[in-house]
């Protein structure tokens, strides 16, 4: 088949025109397609992946023809360039982009500069190189070149431009209703190549006004360690905060479809039938697990340092590794995060991609104890968005949404117990002395009766009652294991989330002056929970899960 000359030459006369146009737009492209090829394993190509594409595309011809002066044009976008720098020393380094997760980190944790740049100055020095190469040759062919500008070409885009941030806002008003959430979720999508950066920025001002009262509080609160013993041999302790995961849809707790095979058959493992919530959101569950002070107390678990930095400040190396968004439904969980001297964030891609990055801190060849916070997306709505197809085993048997919807909550079920039992294997193998606290942070409704509730944040026995347990590695002390087996004793009392960080200090010899035996289950002093709970913007004192 011959080829047209014609089409041919016109071709050569636009690349030779384009070139330094096409040079440029390579280096802010960088990102975006670096990520897509390295998280083609763990992340699901779907319609968010090939907006963000398209929405890039279309801003970089925007840019093109608003003006035939192009070299005066990337002059004034130098600021975007020097982003798209940090952009790609984070996609290089970390296999993250830039979004409002490392820009909050940045704000709240820049006196950790000096303890960064003799670390990564290498990587820094490889992108700012890779930087000036491209940027220097493409100013310098656009330098004194007047290029093809055409008004109805750029019109035309800046209204698809218009057309698909519209689409968007559209569907997440369907979501979340026409209001502030709207266009904050429109924000934490918008990860386009260059404005998208503007739209992280943005995000990451409103988190920092919404939480800038706590922020202060939270730098200058002192951890107070009462005491540390030194007959626990733990050196690892993992705290994995699950997503959206209820107990009724794991065969581990009796459900009729095997969900759970690994965990099923795991040795090791301590878990609750009646493990409740604080809060059937995310915004509040998290941190209330993560801290010390009751649920009643939400102003001071949103000003004192956490689980984390009650570690970090017993000598632990502290980790933070998430797969979530950070977003304005997450509260001030990017607030607990800075509290961890290392930070990952694995977004928009499956919970399995976290798995390399945990195996290598488990790894280290260093003699600090290692305290690993991971944040999985789970079972997170939609639930067809959170596993890779060799997953899907369950089918749905008709036709029905309630049949669709729940086969697809059991895959996502199933990936999970995947997911913690290669955690947990990990851990085995390292031969390290370690435990692993799994939680939820809330359940969901899973059209459960006549009333067709789907979701979350209502206050029922479906998204109140939470999937937790714990896992003890074979080698810890027999002191140590004994004071484990008073957890057989809580499997059917009513436990809260709340209790897990009272737990965990106690395994690991680790108190603080806020520290209850009441509220900790290896303690003869426990007392079941009553489970109180926010809801709303009320507080609940208690929960029974047989009444409901």
């Not at 290089?92 to 003799?118: H, I, Q």
Request: glycine share 6%; hydrophobic share 40%; proline share 3%.
């Amino acid at each position: 088949m011959k080829r047209n000359p014609k089409i041919a030459e016109c071709s050569l006369k636009v690349l030779k025109a384009e070139w330094p146009s096409l040079v440029l737009w390579a280096f802010l492209l960088s990102p975006l397609i670096i990520k897509l090829i390295t998280s083609y394993r763990y992340s699901k190509i779907d319609l968010l992946v090939f907006y963000t594409i398209a929405m890039s595309v279309l801003w970089l011809l925007a840019i093109r023809f608003v003006s035939s002066n192009q070299f005066r044009v990337h002059v004034i976008l130098l600021p975007f360039y020097l982003v798209a720098t940090v952009d790609l020393f984070l996609v290089l380094n970390f296999n993250s982009r830039l979004t409002a997760a490392y820009v909050f980190v940045g704000l709240t944790n820049y006196k950790e500069a000096s303890d960064f740049l003799p670390t990564y100055w290498r990587s820094i020095s490889i992108a700012l190189l890779i930087f000036i190469v491209f940027y220097g040759v493409g100013l310098a062919g656009l330098y004194k070149r007047k290029l093809y500008r055409n008004n109805g070409i750029f019109l035309l885009v800046f209204s698809a431009l218009l057309l698909g941030y519209g689409a968007y806002f559209y569907k997440t008003v369907k979501m979340n209703s026409f209001g502030k959430s709207a266009v904050m979720d429109l924000l934490a999508k918008d990860q386009s190549i260059p404005i998208g950066y503007l739209s992280q920025m943005g995000l990451t001002a409103d988190l920092y006004s919404n939480s800038e009262r706590f922020i202060q509080r939270r730098r200058e609160h002192e951890v107070n360690i009462t005491s540390q013993s030194d007959q626990s041999n733990i050196d690892t302790v993992v705290f994995v905060i699950g997503e959206s995961s209820r107990p009724h849809s794991w065969s581990l707790y009796g459900y009729d479809k095997q969900t759970t095979p690994h965990l099923d058959k795991q040795a090791g493992i301590f878990k609750f039938k009646n493990m409740c919530t604080t809060a059937p959101y995310t915004s509040y569950a998290v941190p209330s697990m993560l801290s010390l002070d009751p649920i009643s107390e939400w102003d001071t678990i949103a000003s004192t340092k956490s689980l984390v930095g009650i570690y970090r400040a017993a000598g632990y190396m502290t980790y933070w590794l998430s797969a979530q968004e950070v977003d304005s439904f997450g509260g001030i969980i990017p607030n607990i995060a800075a509290e961890a001297q290392y930070r990952q964030y694995f977004e928009r891609s499956y919970d399995g991609a976290l798995i390399s990055e945990y195996e290598k801190i488990l790894q280290k060849k260093d003699t600090e104890k290692k305290a690993i916070f991971i944040h999985i997306k789970g079972s997170h709505f939609e639930y067809s968005r959170r596993y890779p197809a060799s997953f899907a085993q369950f089918k749905p048997a008709t036709n029905s949404m309630k049949d669709k919807m729940t086969a697809e909550y059991d895959n996502t079920i199933l990936y999970t117990d995947w997911l913690l039992n290669a955690f947990i294997g990990a851990l085995e193998s390292s031969g390290k002395a370690a435990v692993l606290f799994y939680t939820s942070d809330h359940g969901e409704n899973m059209m459960d009766d006549s009333r067709g509730l789907v979701g979350h944040g209502i206050g029922n026995k479906h998204d109140l009652s939470v999937s937790a347990f714990i896992w003890a590695s074979p080698n810890i002390t027999s002191d140590q294991s004994l004071k484990l087996s008073k957890l057989k004793d809580r499997e059917s009392q009513k436990v809260s989330i709340s209790s897990f960080p009272h737990t965990l200090l106690n395994i690991t010899g680790v108190f603080t002056d806020k520290y209850k035996g009441s509220e900790d289950l290896l303690s003869d002093e426990f007392i079941p929970s009553q489970c109180p709970h926010l809801l709303g913007a009320g507080y609940v004192p208690s929960f029974d899960f047989d009444s409901l």
